[in-house]
């Protein structure tokens, strides 16, 4: 069964309850007349008005699925498989089904990492990405021309879903079970990024230098924009602030070696 959520409000407004909802777990959001229906695997506690209906898994999987449309980068399209999809020159499309790992490229704070990867010269590089979920940032940097795409996640589920993901885009991703510090996979890194709540990175803080490779990038996202001193605030000495990019709520920090 799956658990669905309703709220009344609209998916066209900026609605501080959906950033809630995501990071409680929500699967999905679709609009429904007046109402908002959040998808999650199970009911969780929310502080939110609302109420709680389950429905059977496979009519919420060909609703959302069916909802989905392509989200275009500049260099990649994000696309469900049943989706027709065109693509310009230069892009490459990296095909990814709503299903039990979050990640279908929808939500602010992984068009932000997608976009992020866009912007640098991955060809040849190691990347990293903590809490892999769907493997959709770990699939991404292979496409984007990485010469190692590594995904871990503490969720034995997120990496099954992630390896078939990276099966059905024929890439070379790989992914293992676990998080920081690593245990199958060698660094240093050139670039790694965390799509992860704020509390996490404060949390992983003290590894990333260790697994960053000397001039390699952070870019950590997942945090909520008035969260996101407390992790700017616990930089390691050798690692500063080169950049943030906003969208909506969310923010994404660009962290680097510090010069000098």
């Known amino acids: 069964m799956i658990a669905a959520f309703r709220l009344s409000g609209s998916l066209d407004a900026e609605d501080i309850r959906f950033d809630v909802l995501w990071q409680r777990g929500c699967l999905g959001l679709q609009q429904d007349g007046e109402e908002v229906i959040a998808y999650f695997q199970h009911r969780v506690d929310l502080p939110i008005a609302g109420r709680w209906d389950d429905l059977p898994e496979i009519d919420y999987l060909e609703a959302y699925r069916h909802s989905l449309s392509p989200v ?69 940097a292979d496409l984007l021309g990485a010469s190692c795409a590594h995904g871990v996640d503490t969720d034995p589920v997120a990496v099954s879903v992630a390896e078939e993901n990276a099966v059905m885009n024929a890439s070379r991703a790989t992914f293992e079970v676990g998080s920081l510090p690593l245990i199958g996979c060698t660094p240093p890194f050139d670039v790694v990024v965390g799509n992860l709540y704020a509390e996490l990175h404060c949390n992983l803080m003290p590894h990333y230098p260790g697994v960053l490779a000397p001039g390699g990038k952070l870019l950590l996202t997942g945090i909520l924009g008035e969260y996101s001193s407390l992790v700017v605030d616990i930089l390691p000495q050798e690692l500063e602030l080169l950049n943030v990019r906003v969208d909506s709520q969310w923010v994404l920090l660009e962290i680097g070696e510090r010069l000098g």
Request: aromatic fraction near 2%.
């Open 72 to 140: 275009r980068l500049e260099r990649l399209v994000i696309a469900p498989t049943h989706r027709r999809v065109v693509v310009r020159a230069g892009q490459r499309p990296l095909w990814l089904d709503p299903g039990r790992a979050f990640g279908t490229g929808h939500h602010e704070t992984t068009r932000m990492a997608l976009r992020a990867l866009e912007s640098l010269d991955l060809v040849g590089s190691r990347v990293l990405d903590i809490g892999s979920g769907s493997g959709i940032l770990t699939i991404a």
